[in-house]
């Protein structure tokens, strides 16, 4: 008897149907012999049609539900000057009290809702999803991920490194920086812009049958 995992590609867009999927063997082999699924990840597998077959080398064990990774086709949305400020870029100041890009974005406000944004006015889609990962150092006050154009709330900076704000961009546009509150200071470095596919992480379903004790692996139609 085979072990075929069916159905791993479908909820991969069909203009994604070529994605890699990773497998990791040492995780196969470790299943079989503790009899335990696990999560997989390692060798770069290539499959057409979304199914497989594996014969692993120790025992013969049913198994259901391993889960898969295969590789975003996530891209930084960001140039690299906008991310982290080594040279002129394309961030500009709106009406904060002061403004500095000089290796890092460095902003003050003394009243509420002084801004920057950054010029790039195709940078977010409507309905696309996003993750912004960023740097903070935010000495006073509070500040706001917005959408430019229709000042839409995405998400509240935090002090730290590497924080994460994710949201659904409400429109196609630009993003600003916004202080909230009456007065602030913050410190902005290393941004990464991504949009994150909702297929970048997947469960294979319908993992049936069992293993034999032979090792091998192939594509299948069977």
């Excluded at 497989?52 to 590789?71: A, I, Q, R």
Aim: aromatic fraction near 10%; charged fraction near 25%.
């Amino acid at each position: 008897m085979s072990f075929i995992v069916q159905n791993i590609m479908e909820r991969v867009p069909s203009e994604d149907a070529g994605l890699v999927i990773e497998f990791i063997r040492d995780a196969f082999k470790e299943m079989a012999r503790d009899k335990l699924a696990v999560d997989t990840k390692v060798q770069k597998y290539n499959i057409a049609d979304g199914r497989m077959k594996y014969n692993l080398p120790v025992g013969t064990v049913s198994v259901v539900g391993v889960s898969v990774l295969y590789e975003s086709n996530a891209s930084e949305m960001m140039e690299d000057n906008d991310r982290t400020f080594a040279a002129a870029n394309n961030w500009t100041n709106t009406d904060f009290t002061t403004y500095d890009e000089a290796g890092d974005l460095s902003v003050t406000n003394t009243s509420a809702n002084l801004s920057c944004y950054l010029d790039d006015e195709d940078l977010i889609t409507v309905d696309h999803r996003y993750r912004l990962t960023y740097d903070a150092t935010i000495g006073s006050g509070a500040f706001e991920l917005k959408t430019y154009t229709g000042n839409v709330k995405l998400g509240d900076f935090e002090d730290g490194t590497s924080k994460v704000i994710e949201f659904t961009a409400p429109e196609t546009g630009e993003l600003k920086i916004q202080g909230t509150a009456a007065s602030g200071a913050a410190d902005f470095d290393n941004f990464s812009l991504m949009e994150v596919g909702e297929d970048e992480y997947k469960t294979a379903a319908k993992l049936v049958g069992t293993m034999p004790s032979n090792w091998y692996d192939e594509e299948t139609d069977d």
